[in-house]
């Protein structure tokens, strides 16, 4: 992962962001969309992404759809309703971030 | 390009050497790694390659690993010892919380009741559900035990319900043997104990039914 350090804290939010945004998604789905968004910029291993998922799975933000693909088992991951305020929450929370960040590296920047 | 049998046979043994046997895990990691292996190679990457590219990927993942949350004696792959980790720490938490406020509340609750109400009937009927608790814990054990398929919750329930079943059974005899193991003024951590148990008990039912519900979601 790109800047792992400054994404890590963020992973859990940008996944809830992109559940938000396509319905239901797998894992290695999950890493190539975030690879193309962001360029290459940023790459989430699988070491970070999957306990993430069980996190959010274990807190009863995401749900489990299981569909066969291919001869095989696929897991497919959608918000519940819990995660989609979650989901409104967290992402005020990161713009707000974002916010307090520019005004201390670039004050004269904005995000809107 | 999709894979061949044996291109996946050899994805199975690769899980197999590194005992993920978990399905809830096991399905997803083989689906990404073929998902994985299929991209690289319809962008010219050999199949060999490929294959060992994803097995750098995953190999720190799934190596044995151990915690002092689950106890250094249990040891299985990284990635479902992980998952074990993130529920039990979360268990942990609210098994503390609502045993300490549940207790609170009885003590204040027994202050308001007759003495005469704390007669040591009372400790054999708690003995007798503790006993009926150990036992439906024990045919949950073996039920979940010769299950062939096999999952983190399974995993979890067998490491959880050998502590929990000592710990109710020590209660069990307590409860039958001391008399009046339940008083009115009886010390906080003397009745935090058998709640704690029941509480952790209550997670012990909530692992039994998930693993059955990924059997049913994925079998």
């Known amino acids: 992962m790109g800047n792992s350090k400054l994404y890590k804290g963020s992973l859990n939010t940008i996944i809830l962001k992109l559940l938000d945004e396509q319905g239901k998604m797998y894992g290695y789905e999950i890493t190539q969309k975030v690879k193309a968004l962001t360029q290459g910029e940023l790459q989430i291993t699988e070491g970070a992404l999957y306990p993430a998922l069980h996190k959010l799975e274990a807190e009863g933000l995401l749900d489990v759809e299981v569909a066969k693909v291919d001869n095989r088992l696929r897991k497919y991951y959608k918000l519940t309703e819990a995660g989609e305020k979650e989901t409104v929450n967290r992402l005020a929370e990161l713009e707000e971030f974002i916010r307090s960040m520019q005004n201390l590296v670039n004050p004269n920047w904005s995000i809107n | ?219």
């Not at chain 2, 098994?95 to 054999?124: C, M, N, R």
């Open chain 2, 1 to 219: 390009m999709k894979l061949s049998q044996s291109q996946i046979q050899n994805i199975e043994n690769y899980l197999d050497n590194k005992k993920l046997e978990q399905v809830d895990l096991r399905y997803e990691v083989q689906d990404h790694m073929i998902v994985g292996i299929e991209q690289s190679l319809a962008e010219g990457i050999s199949y060999k390659d490929a294959f060992n590219q994803q097995k750098e990927k995953w190999n720190p993942e799934l190596e044995s690993y151990s915690s002092f949350w689950l106890g250094y004696a249990y040891v299985g792959p990284k990635l479902m010892m992980k998952k074990c980790i993130a529920i039990i720490k979360k268990i942990y938490f609210k098994s503390i919380l609502s045993s300490l406020i549940t207790t609170g509340l009885l003590l204040v609750f027994f202050s308001f009741i007759p003495k005469s109400f704390f007669v040591s009937a009372i400790d054999v009927f708690i003995g007798v559900v503790f006993s009926c608790l150990f036992l439906l814990s024990v045919v949950w054990f073996f039920s979940i035990k010769t299950s062939n398929i096999k999952t983190t919750y399974q995993y979890f329930y067998k490491i959880q319900s050998l502590n929990i079943g000592i710990f109710i059974f020590m209660f069990m005899d307590m409860a039958f043997n001391e008399k009046q193991y339940v008083t009115p003024d009886m010390a906080f951590l003397k009745l935090l104990f058998p709640i704690y148990m029941l509480v952790s008990y209550h997670h012990l039912f909530k692992f039994y039914q998930k693993h059955n519900r990924v059997i049913k979601r994925l079998a």
